[in-house]
T-cell receptor, first 112, second 113 residues
Framework: DQQVKQNSPSLSVQEGRISILNCDYT??????FLWYKKYPAEGPTFLIS?????DKNEDGRFTVFLNKSAKHLSLHIVPSQPGDSAVYFC???????????FGTGTRLQVFP | DAGVIQSPRHEVTEMGQEVTLRCKPI?????LFWYRQTMMRGLELLIY????????DSGMPEDRFSAKMPNASFSTLKIQPSEPRDSAVYFC???????????FGNGTRLTVT
């Protein structure tokens, strides 16, 4: 039972354009969400997070949007750069637990 | 800070053999997690420890899998006997708080033939 879903296994975007990565979750008890980025042969690294009390969090070129009613979050990268090419994992958890549940990942390719 | 250190980086073994994966968390981190990455299921949580004590092992697929954390600076994940379907990348991660951003190692790519 996949509680966190990333339905797009891959995404290709031109440099300078916006990249939008999507994530859906099924557990309404989740109240904290994170995005991780993973380069080949490396472990995932933390990118940005959002609490369920917010609907938007921004950090430079990266913005995460949360729609609690739809159980949906998205990561926007503007403008996209070739160095952003990586696999992006969405993750969710509850504040009173320690378990971080990840999605299956979306491979982003940014081409010149 | 050297980060989370995993060894070996690659492991190739034959079906039925015992495999041991090792992890050194970041000093001062009280939480240690073992994840497995596959194409179909993404990053699956296998087990996690708090202060060296296993808290939740519900993600461990079978009794063939076991994990230990004898001290704050070392953990092992053992598979005995290994099977081809165990082939995956295994990640260790640590954190200072349970839900705070995890710091991952570079993983061990396991291939069971």
């Amino acid at each position: 039972d996949q509680q966190v879903k990333q339905n797009s296994p891959s995404l290709s975007v031109q440099e300078g354009r916006i990249s939008i990565l999507n994530c859906d979750y099924t557990n309404s008890m989740f109240d904290y969400f994170l995005w991780y980025k993973k380069y080949p042969a490396e472990g995932p690294t933390f990118l940005i997070s959002i609490s369920s009390i917010k609907d938007k969090n921004e950090d430079g070129r990266f913005t995460v949007f949360l729609n609690k009613s739809a159980k949906h979050l998205s990561l926007h990268i503007v403008p996209s750069q070739p160095g952003d090419s990586a696999v992006y994992f969405c993750a969710a958890t509850r504040y009173n637990t320690d378990k971080l549940i990840f999605g299956t990942g979306t491979r982003l390719q940014v081409f010149p | 800070d050297a980060g989370v250190i995993q060894s070996p980086r690659h492991e190739v073994t034959e079906m039925g053999q015992e495999v041991t994966l090792r992890c050194k968390p970041i000093s001062g981190h009280d939480y240690l997690f073992w994840y497995r990455q596959t194409m179909m299921r993404g990053l699956e949580l296998l087990i996690y420890f708090n202060n060296n004590v296993p808290i939740d092992d519900s993600g461990m697929p079978e009794d063939r899998f076991s994990a230990k954390m004898p001290n704050a600076s070392f953990s092992t994940l053992k598979i005995q006997p290994s099977e081809p379907r165990d082939s995956a990348v295994y990640f260790c991660a640590s954190s200072s708080l349970g839900y705070s951003p995890l710091h991952f190692g570079n993983g061990t790519r396991l291939t069971v033939t």
